[in-house]
């Protein structure tokens, strides 16, 4: 990175990185960990948990959760969600083996890596099909698909209590947005009570599969609603949670006249 500090006013000076470290050395000493606050300590340690007990959770935790997710912050206060609890073993079972066939299903039409006249089909499907749905259709969630039609990865990881989260349509400005706030108040609320989650956002595989009909029914989701994301919760194996490297995103920052780009 070039270093070279600019001696101008203009918002758009550029000054460096090591002089604002510098700066902040001098002022604000980096926290160590015994100063992180219980809140910074949920948030940094939090880790996604693919491998659960299968001892249940209290029911008086989870609405402890829920309670976490209903006080989140939304535009308007528009509040665009609606919590489903599945704690029913037998359902579970049956949402992650519909999901499986529905994974298979995709995996058949888009392994372009395939052999043959099937592969070369495949070939032409995902390329049309990635520009379509380029977030869904990713490298990391299809490979995740391909590994969930293989059996290889689970969709709910055994956990005994999964919590959909529906999202109200008629929300004001970003109903999703909104959503996501109220998922993650939950799954921060967990891991301060003791337990972990995973986000399950293949759930919806569900509703997006020739097996739509039947879960819309089964679950009763029904217009203003539409199912967003899952949330499994339960009390980990072994001991995940830890802080991870997470990538550095260029900064800027705007202050007293000058703009400093940090990490
Ligand atoms: C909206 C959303 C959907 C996700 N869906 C899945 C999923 O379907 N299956 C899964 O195993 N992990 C899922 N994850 C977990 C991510 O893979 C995980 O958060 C990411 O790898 C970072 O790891 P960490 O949560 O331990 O920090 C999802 C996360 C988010 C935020």
């Known amino acids: 990175m070039n270093n070279k500090i600019v001696n101008d006013s203009s918002p758009n000076t550029i000054t460096t990185r090591t002089e604002l470290e510098t700066e902040k050395e001098l002022t604000a000493p980096a926290p160590q960990i015994e100063d992180w606050t219980q809140v910074e300590k949920v948030i940094l340690e939090r880790r996604s948990v693919r491998w659960y007990k299968s001892e249940q959770v209290p029911e008086h935790l989870v609405r402890r959760i829920l309670e976490a997710g209903r006080y989140a912050p939304s535009a308007g206060n528009s509040q665009p969600w609606k919590f489903i609890v599945i704690r029913d073993k037998a359902l579970l079972k049956e949402m992650e083996h519909d999901v499986r066939q529905t994974c298979k299903l995709f995996r058949f ?134 802080m991870v490297e997470r990538e550095l995103h260029e900064i800027a920052w705007y202050e007293n006249g000058q703009k400093t780009i940090t990490y």
């Open 109 to 242: 039409f888009l392994n372009w890596r395939g052999r043959g006249p099937m592969g070369k089909i495949a070939w032409f499907n995902s390329q049309m099909m990635i520009r379509l749905l380029p977030h869904e259709l990713h490298p990391i969630p299809l490979g995740a698909m391909f590994l969930i039609a293989e059996g290889k990865l689970k969709l709910f990881h055994d956990a005994p209590t999964v919590i959909l989260i529906l999202k109200d349509k008629r929300g004001v400005s970003n109903p999703d947005l909104d959503c996501g706030i109220c998922g993650q108040n939950m799954v921060l609320a967990a891991h301060s009570l003791g337990l972990s989650t995973c986000w399950v956002g293949f759930v919806t595989a569900l509703i997006k599969s020739p097996y739509r009909f039947k879960w819309l029914k089964r679950l009763n989701i029904k217009y203003p609603y539409e199912l967003l994301e899952g949330i499994t919760i339960g009390y980990a194996r072994g001991n995940p949670n830890k």
